[in-house]
């Protein structure tokens, strides 16, 4: 009678064995119970499309990750989100990061998804502004702490005036100010095109405006706390692949990429015709974003915008390990 016993005991426990992996591997595969969930502090526009392309075909889940997309005014709004552990993982422009570096910020890169040029300076004309020497002693809304005022910055700098030499309105980054512009509280915007075309149809006739970014880019990147990346490279590594595989797809796609971005955002055909072309969607570590925050960190010195006299390394607030595992031939900083 034993052995019958010892035979039905072996066969009792391969069984529950064979099940026990079977729910091992289901708990692991996308959108089981195993799949992780981060929370992404994210700016609704178009140019986060690798994200909304990412969660829109489903690669997301297929790596294993359940994103959650929170919306923000803008970058510095979502850095602080994600420094607050509000979010794993925020986009913003490389301007906040510099800031964030002056105050020995623990955060770093993880990658760069985008690189764009749509941010101008609009202006009333009926405020005897005309021609760019006419901004002097005027009032011009700007986030603050926003790369905004770095490129309002440069652009008065290239001609000939300062930073110094205008009143600087905070604005917020979350919608147009079209009452500050009626109401004369500002006399001049500088803004992200989809701010400013609100402002544009308001002012009618009534408008002047210059591109403000001078010939360089905007770079939108990806940062965290490097405490939370310490602990989650493979959710990084898994992310990022997300985002390559939307990458992927945008450049075999592009017509239904630019849809669906439309669709989720919902511009019209006009605006998404108009800005479409001015984004750079790829996933990138090169050497020219670090040149890029060097020279704004340098512009914040010279402004006497920062109480430190010395440009951070920004090597040190990079991570290329996770980038290199998936993209490898787009990461060259310099070590």
């Known amino acids: 009678m034993k052995k019958p016993a010892m035979v039905i005991t072996v066969i009792t426990a391969i069984i529950l064995l064979g099940f026990g992996t079977r729910y091992f591997l289901k708990s692991r595969s996308p959108g089981s119970r195993g799949t992780e969930s981060i929370a992404v502090a994210a700016v609704s ?65 993880i990658a760069c998804i985008d690189k764009y040029q749509p941010t101008y300076i609009v202006a009333r004309k009926d405020r005897g502004i005309k021609k760019i020497s006419d901004l002097k002693g005027k009032k011009i809304g700007a986030p603050h702490g926003s790369i905004s005022k770095f490129y309002l910055g440069r652009f008065l700098d290239l001609h000939h005036m300062s930073i110094e030499d205008v009143t600087l309105v905070d604005i917020d980054p979350a919608r147009p100010p079209l009452d500050e512009i009626a109401n004369g509280s500002i006399d001049a915007v500088v803004s992200r095109q989809n701010v400013i075309n609100p402002i544009i149809k308001q002012l009618g006739v009534n408008y002047i405006s210059w591109p403000v970014q001078s010939g360089q880019l905007t770079y939108l990147v990806m940062s965290c706390r490097k405490e939370w990346m310490a602990g989650h490279p493979e959710t990084i590594r898994k992310f990022l692949k997300s985002l390559k595989e939307a990458e992927d797809y945008l450049i075999g796609h592009p017509d239904e990429a630019k849809a669906i971005v439309q669709k989720r955002l919902k511009y019209d055909d006009s605006y998404i015709a108009s800005v479409w072309p001015q984004h750079q969607f790829a996933l990138s570590l090169d050497q020219s974003l670090i040149v890029a925050m060097k020279d704004e960190a340098q512009w914040m010195i010279d402004h006497n915008l920062t109480s430190e006299k010395q440009i951070p390394d920004f090597v040190n607030y990079v991570y290329i390990e996770g980038l290199k595992t998936v993209k490898p031939e787009a990461v060259n900083i310099i070590r």
């Not at 690798?50 to 969660?55: G, K, S």
């Not at 889940?61 to 929170?70: A, D, I, K």
């Open 45 to 109: 526009d178009e140019s986060s499309a690798p994200i909304l392309l990412a969660e829109n075909q489903g690669y997301f889940l297929r790596n294993g990750l359940r994103v959650s997309l929170r919306n923000y005014g803008n970058g510095v709004a979502a850095i602080r989100a994600m420094k607050s552990a509000e979010a794993d993982i925020s986009l913003s422009a490389e301007f906040p990061i510099v800031t964030e570096a002056f105050k020995k910020g623990a955060i770093s890169i």
